[in-house]
């Protein structure tokens, strides 16, 4: 088992023929991820990477019947594409792009929980099933099918995760970006609830960073909702109050949001720390091996 | 993208929301007029500077008479005002906003951001304006409302009525705050705001509510959507490398320490930040190179780091997702070369084909140490800062 994604997933990319879905397409279909086609809207009826081109998201469920869409256009163009894919009837929409407005993320979030469609991203690497299916920007030859689920608000920080727990022998169930912005489509509670009912999962690795309080809530449901060991390292112990770190949501903002708060919350709830980012797969070995 | 007290003024304006008086000046010669067409016997002098505290570190004044002003004006125009909030170098006054005078019987408080729990727009109240509100929280919570408001909501009304018992408001003041709540909901989310504050937000003599101060601040990823905000940028409030690193798209914040860092991806950037400390370090600043970490943006980031001249020594952390490290390796190379460093630089590759890259380095003909396990990289580094 894994979540989210597997091999029979059938995706959709939409921004299909840019720069960005091109290259990353590419990757994924050599990792073996199920693409059925792609949308941008005027291409319709070209095939891009042997695979063919609609017009719309509602036209390509009629002809290849994806359920998985990944989102590659421009952040001013986001809002309409993750509507309209939630609308023409996509359950799963991963967004990788950067630098959607938030009021615009507050619009959408409201409509995919009408619609009851699930929205990973925006602002992250998406979702990868080692082995299986890869839909994102991640390097695929970091990962291995194994017992670790992981789950994170960074790109590259997952990677370091994914690659001490791959170096460990572990490997992963399956990883997700839930992105570094303030309003994510995902929480890290959605993806622990999954991982909890997930037979392959034994152990979750969360990666948390300043911003919000988004950590401190999922230490509370851990504490009464997961029986699997939960490993976590927060990012952003040396960042400065009031400053923006790179992601929109990585802000100490009314002395709110330290490293320091939420490392505590997430100790008093029973969460494993790793206090040192190198030490994050060591820290899984620790507890799985006691 | 923050807004002066002026310019947060104008948008109030525009939106019918209740302001004093006021003209901007540049020079100090030209208070007298300014005072003269606001008219009046009494003004408020005001330094705009992209900071709170400004009252208590001299940089508001109260003059009832406009010579007074002038010397308010020479004495701050051209320097720099420190407040408890700024840096101690301060922020640079390049222009002073002139107002009647409004007789203050109460000081309220109010304010509006995107909440991220309950992802709505809440504005936060209290009765207790013109001090910082954090202190408020911490000391007298029942004093303050957090209240969440959906734009077009039957319920805004309601919402407001809320607020107002909170903040003491009398029939009619109650009557005046329903509108000033549609209208800052309204400026809130047509010029993409993430924070409006308005500390105090008065009451006057004639026992009306009026809007003292405003700070704004800007979602920066809707500026796109947003010309005539986007023209009100100053850049001169900003850190210099900061707005540098902004113009080439890099995300940087200068910090205190002697090890510069250049890193790919905000988390790993701040990962590698707290590395750095845990080994007895202190990390120089902050910086994402992006995802790409081309020649080109590796030396952008190189020269940034570099104006800091505290930077002993530069650790720069890269995993290789898509770009290999080989070609990573080969950019940092040139990179160097370009820009001519001559302080060690430490060098962290993992990922999609790091030894190689790591072998590209050591062979380089210049002073790289490449060292692949971060802590032993991040140890070498605090070690060269010594």
């Given amino acids: ?290 | 993208m923050n807004l002066h007290e002026y310019q947060g003024k104008a948008l109030f304006a525009e939106y019918n929301l209740p302001v004093s008086k006021g003209k901007i000046i540049f020079k100090a010669e030209d208070v007298i007029e300014a005072c003269n067409e606001i008219g009046g016997s009494k003004w408020v002098v005001k330094a705009q500077v992209h900071a709170g505290g400004r009252g208590k570190a001299g940089g508001v004044e109260l003059i009832d008479d406009p010579n007074e002003g002038v010397k308010f004006a020479n004495k701050w125009l051209g320097k720099n005002l420190i407040t408890y909030q700024t840096d101690k170098d301060g922020q640079p006054v390049n222009s002073i906003l002139i107002e009647e005078c409004t007789e203050i019987v109460k000081e309220l408080y109010l304010s509006a951001v995107i909440d991220r729990e309950s992802q709505k727009i809440v504005f936060i109240g209290s009765c207790e304006g013109g001090v910082n509100i954090e202190e408020v929280a911490k000391n007298a919570p029942e004093k303050i409302i957090y209240q969440g408001v959906t734009y077009g909501d039957k319920s805004l009304p309601e919402d407001a009525t809320n607020i107002a018992k909170v903040l003491k408001l009398d029939e009619k003041q109650t009557d005046q705050f329903l509108p000033i709540i549609e209208n800052l909901l309204r400026l809130f989310i047509e010029k993409d705001l993430s924070l409006l504050e308005i500390n105090p937000l008065v009451i006057n003599e004639k026992g009306d509510l009026h809007c003292l101060d405003a700070k704004i601040n800007i979602d920066s990823n809707a500026l796109y959507r947003q010309p005539e905000l986007q023209d009100m940028y100053d850049e001169s409030q900003e850190d210099p490398q900061e707005a540098e690193a902004a113009k080439s798209d890099l995300s940087y914040v200068s910090l205190d320490g002697n090890i510069g860092c250049m890193v790919n991806g905000a988390g790993l950037a701040m990962g590698t930040m707290d590395t750095i400390k845990f080994f007895g370090g202190n990390p120089a600043n902050f910086l994402d190179v992006g995802g790409t970490a081309t020649q080109e943006r590796v030396a952008k980031a190189f020269k940034i780091i570099l104006k800091d001249p505290e930077v002993k020594v530069v650790l720069v952390n890269i995993f290789g997702g898509i770009v290999r490290c080989d070609l990573i390796a080969e950019g940092i190379i040139a990179a160097i070369k370009e820009v001519d460093i001559n302080i060690p630089v430490v060098v962290r590759l993992e990922g999609n084909n790091a030894e190689k890259g790591s072998k590209i380095l050591s062979k380089a003909n210049i002073k790289i140490e490449s060292i692949n396990n971060l802590s032993h990289a991040a140890k070498k580094a605090v070690e060269l800062a010594k």
């Fill in chain 1, 1 to 290: 088992m894994s979540i989210l994604v597997n091999k029979d997933t059938r995706l959709i990319v939409q921004g299909f023929t840019g720069s960005q879905g091109t290259l990353h397409s590419e990757q994924s279909i050599e990792y073996g991820t199920n693409i059925v086609g792609g949308v941008t809207p005027g291409k319709g009826g070209q095939i891009h990477l042997q695979k063919p081109v609609f017009n719309s998201v509602e036209e390509a469920i009629k002809e290849v019947e994806p359920n998985a869409s990944i989102i590659f256009v421009p952040a001013k163009f986001c809002k309409s594409s993750i509507i309209e894919a939630a609308q023409a009837g996509i359950k799963l929409i991963i967004c990788i792009t950067e630098g959607i407005p938030t009021l615009d993320m507050l619009d959408i979030k409201k409509q995919i929980d009408e619609l009851g469609v699930r929205l990973i991203g925006p602002n992250c690497p998406g979702v990868i099933t080692p082995g299986e299916a890869k839909l994102g920007i991640m390097p695929g030859n970091i990962h291995k099918p194994g017992s670790i689920g992981i789950i994170s608000r960074s790109g590259t920080l997952t990677y370091e995760a994914v690659k001490q727990t791959t170096d460990l022998g572990f490997g992963q169930s399956s990883c997700v970006g839930i992105g570094g912005d303030p309003i994510p489509g995902s929480s890290f509670i959605d993806m622990l609830k999954l991982f909890e009912e997930d037979d392959q999962t034994e152990a979750i690795v969360m990666v948390g960073e300043i911003g919000g309080n988004a950590e401190e809530s999922a230490a509370e449901f851990i504490k009464s909702n997961i029986t699997k060991p939960v490993i976590s390292y927060i990012a952003g112990k040396t960042a400065p109050a009031g400053k923006r770190m790179g992601h929109a949501g990585a802000i100490i903002a009314g002395g709110k949001g330290t490293a320091e708060d939420k490392i505590k919350k997430l100790k008093e709830c029973g969460v494993h720390i790793a206090d040192n980012l190198v030490s994050i797969g060591s820290k899984v070995d620790e507890i799985l091996k006691s």
